[in-house]
DNA sequence: CGTAGACCCTGCGCGC
DNA sequence: TGCGCGCAGGGTCTAC
């Protein structure tokens, strides 16, 4: 579900219900996701602590408590954070049933709850110390922030990774050791902004090129989240608000239909097992 | 070293 | 109506 838009909308949306709450315990419900939720480390590392700050690095959440130590969570492909009040807590403490893969929950001093659903359990929840987050295995070999103000992306950066290297660009895009964030949906759209084929060799692509690629994948990724993000079937932000960057994607799912530009019908194909849609007119 | 493929898991929409 | 198939926004590991 998410790529990097959609986690900012969420971080977004989450931050002015968490900052400066204190977290009474976390609950976890299902233990098996893409690595086990750990219910002691929460216990240990969570409970008792106040949230001090949202942060994102590339499609993590980071979650920073007092006491040096990060929550972080990772919707994978279709999980969700929510924020229920007080009121809607009870009610629902009472009906029984928890909503069906709701796996963690994070209990608030104020009677809110964090719940973290995510029926494919493509997702994680982890705890780390702080200081030292960058050097954890998930994060140390991840590339350039796209947004970032400073070190964002820029075409020299793609060229210089792409240097060596051959295979198809929009693998490359999506490559979270060269720029995190870019996603099935957002390698699509950037590669139909800057007008060049998803198969076309990275060895074949000039400076000028990677230039006009650099800056579509940033204005793509800030336009989604400007709109919301991109709600194909599921999506929603931290208050249940579905986003609506999906009217305005250009060739993402759009097989067969005409390009928006020249008309020509969207075509798709299958790249490293994802889904590609580009447009034989526009792309070269 | 870089790249391709399998795999993790559940749900949905489609064609029959 | 029911069933099987292919597909889905991510990431990691293994084999070449």
């Known amino acids: 579900m998410p790529e990097l838009p959609e986690v900012e ?24 996701l893409r690595e086990p939720l750990d219910a002691a480390a929460f216990a240990r590392d969570a409970a008792g602590r106040r949230i001090l700050g949202l942060r994102r690095r590339a499609k993590y959440l980071l979650i920073d408590l007092e006491g040096g130590t990060t929550l972080v969570i990772h919707l994978g492909m279709s999980g969700r954070l929510a924020v229920t009040d007080a009121a809607a807590a009870g009610s629902e403490a009472t009906n029984a049933e928890p909503p069906l893969h709701e796996h963690l929950v994070v209990h608030l001093a104020s009677g809110r709850r964090l719940a973290f ?30 947004l970032a103000a400073q070190g964002g992306l820029t075409g020299e950066l793609l060229e210089r990774a792409a240097a060596g290297r051959r295979g198809p660009v929009k693998p490359f895009l999506m490559d979270a050791t060269v720029v995190v964030g870019v996603g099935n949906i957002y390698a699509s759209e950037a590669l139909f902004e800057a007008g060049i084929h998803p198969k076309r060799s990275v060895a074949r692509i000039a400076a000028q090129r990677w230039q006009r690629l650099a800056a579509a994948v940033r204005d793509v990724l800030q336009r989604a989240i400007d709109q919301g993000g991109t709600t194909l079937n599921d999506f929603s932000d931290a208050e249940g608000n579905a986003g609506y960057f999906q009217v305005s994607l250009a060739v993402y799912g759009r097989e067969g239909e005409p390009c928006r530009r020249c008309g020509e019908p969207v075509r798709r194909l299958t790249q490293a097992g994802r889904g590609t849609f580009y447009c034989p007119g526009c792309q070269t």
């Not at 029926?119 to 922030?145: C, I, K, M, W, Y």
């Open 9 to 32: 909308v969420v971080r977004r949306t989450l931050a002015p219900h968490l900052e400066g709450e204190t977290i009474t315990r976390v609950e976890v419900r299902a233990a098996r």
């Open 117 to 146: 659903r995510d029926p494919r359990r493509f997702g994680q929840a982890f705890t780390l110390p702080t200081a030292t987050l960058d050097a954890d295995r998930r994060f140390r070999h991840l590339g350039v922030e796209p």
